[in-house]
């Protein structure tokens, strides 16, 4: 069984990496892909701390194929963009929750700036992923509007499940699929059931998604290490037969699986990498 996996936070949370090789060992066996944000805002100085891994990342991806990732650039000036871009991050949000100089966050008002909007060009010019998770919906329709690339959202719900400003609604997921795009959906509690989470909660949002627009547009991300809100019996990958097992049990063949666990992204990457 095969996992690529859309958003781990482990590289937050391990910030001197002094584990990290022992946790991917250990989980290698599960994973194809690993993109891994570091959450700048819980770093002083975020650019210095990235450059300075940059050597102690690139050793990792000789384990398992790990992508650096940033979830929120909001630190960065004009200045930095050319020693940011040399760290080759696969993907960047715009903001967090919140407003920054590039956009509005979740939780907040306004679109992307004329600096949000400079970035994503320059960010698309040099093969970096703009991650719309944590976009609000006018940052999400200007990044739409802009974007000559696929849209991207890495870790997510579905606003007809559970109603939160972190999760999608309808149309957002269609411009997705519209894109050749790709989504992926998260474990976490109160975004994606509003009771006690279960497994069957990950089942009911994996048929909903697939019921209503396309299953090739479908993959994971866990939020792993950015929450303990998730279901008791899906807390790790080796735990994935369990909900694999409960897919089957609903008619869900093989190969649809692996399309959600790993295939899709495989092929977003080679889809991204044509365009």
């Keep these: 069984m095969k996992i690529a996996e859309l958003h781990n936070d482990y590289l937050t949370k391990i910030i001197k990496f002094n584990n990290i090789c022992s946790y991917l060992r250990k989980n290698e066996q599960y994973l194809s892909y690993l993109c891994s944000p570091v959450w700048t805002s819980e770093l002083k100085s975020p650019l210095n701390f990235l450059v300075n891994k940059k050597k102690q990342i690139d050793l990792i991806k000789t384990s398992v194929n790990i992508k650096l990732c940033i979830e929120d650039v909001g630190f960065l000036n004009y200045c930095d963009y050319d020693e940011f871009i040399k760290l080759k991050p696969f993907y960047c949000g715009l903001t967090w929750n919140n407003t920054n100089c590039f956009a509005g966050g979740a939780y907040n008002n306004g679109g992307l700036t004329k600096k949000g909007k400079e970035i994503v060009k320059i960010f698309e010019k040099n093969n970096i992923l703009i991650d719309c998770a944590h976009l609000n919906r006018k940052s999400f329709n200007d990044l739409s509007n802009l974007s000559t690339k696929p849209l991207f959202c890495s870790h997510t719900g579905f606003n007809k499940i559970v109603f939160d400003c ?93 399309c959600i666990f790993y295939k899709n992204f495989e092929n977003f990457i080679k889809n991204i990498e044509k365009t």
């Excluded at 396309?214 to 790790?236: C, M, Q, S, V």
């Design 166 to 258: 972190r999760n999608l609604d309808d149309s957002q997921v269609y411009d997705i699929v519209n894109s050749n795009g790709l989504v992926g959906l998260y474990f976490v509690g109160k975004y994606i059931s509003d009771k006690n989470v279960s497994i069957f909660d990950i089942v009911k949002n994996i048929n909903y998604f697939v019921e209503k627009f396309e299953i090739k547009n479908l993959a994971i991300g866990t939020d792993f290490y950015g929450t303990n809100d998730l279901p008791y019996n899906l807390k790790r990958y080796s735990q994935f037969n369990i909900l694999k097992n409960n897919l089957l049990k609903i008619g869900y063949k093989n190969y649809e699986i692996d």
